[in-house]
Structure formats: C-alpha cells, structure tokens
C-alpha cells in the first residue's frame, strides 16, 4: 500500500491537493494507494501513523512546498520513521527539487523525486518492488554510497497524461466562497513559464520551458464541475496562465455564457500584447482579476531579476490603465528589498511608484513581499544575495529553526542586506496601504470594517506617514484582516 499525503499549507482555505492527485493518477489502477491531506485533517500525524501501523503501508509520498508544508513534513517524516524504519519516505514538490542533496543527506527521506512526477514517483515503485536499477530513472535523487541526482526529467505535456483521479478525496471540501464566487475550485492547466526570473522557483525548476493543456480540455472540466458540483469559479493556479493568446482566446470563448468566473496568473509585457479583442472577450467570459509580478519600479532592479522579456516600470503603468478601462481587476505583487547596492533607495522608490499605481487604478490590488533568494544558480539576483553574506542551511532540520520558516514565506526572510529600519519601512508602509485600500479578496469583512479601516489607514496614506502605525495594526488585528497573498484568494 502506497500513502500519498499533502501537508498542512495553510490555516484557512484546502485546495483540491493537485500535485499528490496526479501522482495518484499514474498508480491509478496499478498499485493500491490512499491519498490524506492536512488541510482537511487537523491530526494529520496520528492519521499517518496510524496507517502506517495498521494498513501495511510500504511507501509514503509527500509533497513539500517551502513555508508551513516543509515544517509539517519533517515532522512527519520523522515520525514515519521512528514508527516504521522500514517504510520508504519519498519526498516530492518545489523545496526538494531545489534542495534534493540537503534533503537526501538527512538520513530520514529515502529518494526525492524533482520536477514533474507522474512517471518517476511510479517507475521508483516499480523498480523497488522487483528490485530493478534505479539509475535510468530521470528525475531521481537517493543515497548511492553518497547522493546521486539522476539525469532531469524533461517537461511533460499535461494532455499527454491521464485524468485525475478526483473521486479519491472528498471535492466537496474543496469548494469554497472567494472575492470570484460562491464555489470556487482551484484548476492546473499547464506546467511551467517561458521565463527566467532570477527569484523564482519555476524558473529555476523548468529552465524556461512551458506546455499546456488544450482549451477544450479544461472547459470540459470545469464544465464537469459545475454540473457535478454547482461550481462557477475557478483559480487557475499556473505559474503563467496567459503564456498563449491563442488558447487565452479560445478557452474564453468557449467558457462565455456558463457563468464561470475565473482568475489565473499573467506578466504585464505578455498582457499587452494582447488584442482588444481577447482582452473584451476575457472579460465577457467572467475574468475578474489577474495577478501580475509587476515586481519592482527600477529597470536595473528588473534587469537583475532577469525578467526578460520587454517589462519594464512603464509596462506596468499601462497595464493598469488599460485594465481599469477594460474592467477587469489587477492584482499586483511587489518584491521589495533586493540585494542591490541601495536596497534602502530602492524601497522608497517602490513606494512612490506603488502611490502611482494606486493613482492610475485605484482597484488595483497591491501584495508585497520582500525578497527572498531561491536556489538558482544561474540567477545573477541570486549571486547578489549570497555577495551580502546569504547561505541557505546545509542541514534540513536547520529549516525548523525560526527565521527559515519565516523565509519563504517572504514576509520575513533571512536578508543580510537589509536593516531592521528597512524591513520596518517596507511592513509599515503594506500595513497602510491595505487599510486605506482594504483588499477585495478579505470577504469577512464588513462595511463597517472597511470603513473603519480606511478611516485609520487614509490620514496616514494622504501624508506619506508611515511610521509606527500601532493603531492600524490594533485594527487589523481585531478585525482578523487577511493581507492578499501571491495564490490569489
């Protein structure tokens, strides 16, 4: 029996666990598997152990995103361990992809899987149980007297690949109210993006490589979803929705009429490519919001993040004034903070230049990070941040320690390059603006909370003072106010 498990990675919303449902998709059939998710189950650990004890389990898959997933997942690998030193540990996901010899070297996971994993997770499987070489297996990383990381796997095309298998976990759970609708899913329609952003894990994991699924497959599944389960919206959760106008177009105009409201992720320069036309039938068909990383106001900073491409600041000024004619919401996210030689300068030239979006689109939505390095060598922005000094653990246990759970979450990162009074600058100034302009994807709040909001949040943003905002802060908090974040809603 194989146990796929997809760690806690978030307090508040469950998401259709993609990544684990498409690993199931290749077992599907062939080896017997159960899926457990910790968003749903709040004792995911005594759930796993007691599989493991009482269900015979032989392999245990699990998927680990930086952030809160990769603490659960120690733990819980852990624990598999002291339970069951016999049971195979499979690690898979975007933290060790980029960080499979810290992850191999620990002595508790068994093999990790990089990239995409619909054919190595179940080509491992096989090879263990007939005791097979695991050398031609691409994609895989395990000891071998000292790590051995095996040839990558090339991208795979997601129409190539079967169904997923979505009546092993309970949908119904999934579904959820969100700023686009009353029941809203979370959908994958392509693998990768066809850019090299020097911050950025998909960059670093698919080299510039993107395929996606035809636009007739997916409004066959959302069409499916809707029927089945009153769905009318979705998140597209690709790393760059938009990469192809042509299959923006035709999933617009074959998603139009079926009162399916829809959001996924963009680049500015791409978007302004963009005919009128598709922009007016994306908005007839229900697009309500797209996200972009506008990322910074300074075209050296952009050059540094090798964002390629034709983005610069002014792309992002006329992307907002375009979308607030054409009426759909842009949600942009800013990386403050880079390791440059005035990273202090360039904050405050943010936010100048953030004022000015507002100014030109007061919809806008604005989310703010501050930089946090990502393993990519080739990545100059990379090379920069370990010149201040930065390096990541040399031990995965290193990971549980305070400031590395709060790294990748990009909102306290480990930053060697940045004083206290900058990271300061940059979360007061975030405090301000999402009182003033309270974000449209908190539903819970009330008019009188938005009043109340902007009625702290506008005196401070009408002067530019930013300083110690302990009364904003005091109402954020008691009103449970969410910040919007980079998955959307």
């Known amino acids: 029996m194989i146990l796929l498990i997809n760690p806690r990675a978030t307090n ?79 690690w898979g996901g975007y933290f060790p992809t980029l960080h499979a010899e810290v992850v191999i070297i620990s002595g508790y996971v068994d093999y990790v899987i990089r990239d995409q994993g619909d054919y190595a997770f179940r080509a491992l499987i096989d090879a263990l149980e007939t005791n097979s070489p695991l050398d031609n297996i691409k994609g895989l990383s395990y000891n071998a007297a000292s790590p051995k990381h095996n040839e990558p796997q090339g991208i795979i095309d997601p129409n190539s690949l079967p169904l997923l298998p979505y009546h092993r976990v309970e949908l119904q759970r999934y579904i959820g109210r969100t700023y686009l609708g009353t029941r809203t899913v979370n959908y994958h329609s392509s693998v990768g993006c066809p850019f090299l952003c020097g911050f950025c894990a998909v960059a670093a994991s698919y080299k510039a490589r993107w395929l996606g699924l035809d636009a007739a497959r997916i409004v066959n599944d959302l069409i499916w979803y809707k029927n089945q389960f009153g769905v009318n919206a979705v998140e597209f959760h690709d790393n760059n929705f938009f990469t192809s ?135 100059e ?9 930065f390096a990541y653990p040399r031990r995965l246990d290193d990971w549980l320690l305070p400031e590395w759970q709060l790294h990748d979450l990009r909102k306290r990162p480990v930053t060697p390059w940045l004083s206290d009074r900058a990271i300061r600058r940059v979360k007061n100034f975030e405090r301000v603006i999402h009182a003033a302009f309270p974000t449209l994807s908190d539903l819970h709040l009330t008019r009188f909370h938005r009043a109340t909001l902007r009625l702290f949040g506008r005196w401070r943003y009408s002067l530019s003072f930013y300083n110690a905002p302990y009364e904003v802060a005091a109402v954020q908090r008691l009103f449970r106010y969410r910040h919007p974040e980079i998955e959307g809603f």
């Not at 666990?17 to 709040?42: F, K, M, Q, R, T």
């Not at 922005?381 to 000094?389: D, E, P, V, W």
Request: proline share 5%; aromatic share 8%.
């Open 381 to 389: 922005l990379f090379q920069s941040a370990r010149a201040y000094g």
């Open 12 to 90: 508040w919303k469950a998401r259709i666990p993609l990544s684990v449902l498409s690993i199931g998709a290749s077992l599907e059939g062939i080896h017997p598997y159960h899926i457990l998710d910790g968003n749903l189950d709040p004792h995911l650990v005594d759930s796993v152990l007691t599989a493991v004890r009482q269900q015979q389990i032989k392999y245990v898959g699990i998927t680990v995103m930086p952030g809160p997933q990769l603490v659960q997942a120690i733990h819980l690998t852990k624990a598999i361990k002291r339970a069951s030193s016999q049971t195979v540990v499979i």
């Open 245 to 379: 106008e042509k299959r923006t177009y035709e999933f617009a105009d074959r998603i139009r009429g079926q009162g399916i409201a829809w959001w996924g992720e963009a680049r500015p320069d791409t978007m302004l490519q963009y005919a009128d036309a598709t922009w007016r039938l994306m908005q007839q068909s229900g697009c309500k919001m797209i996200f972009f990383g506008a990322e910074s106001s300074s075209q050296s900073v952009l050059d540094l993040m090798k964002k390629g491409g034709t983005q610069t600041p002014d792309t992002t000024l006329e992307l907002v004034t375009k979308m607030k004619e054409v009426g759909i919401v842009p949600e942009l996210s800013f990386v403050l903070g880079n390791p440059t030689d005035n990273p202090e300068r360039d904050i405050e030239e943010d936010i100048a230049y953030i004022r000015n979006v507002k100014q030109l689109n007061p919809d806008a939505e604005i989310i703010i990070y501050i930089y946090s390095p990502v393993f990519f060598d080739e990545a």
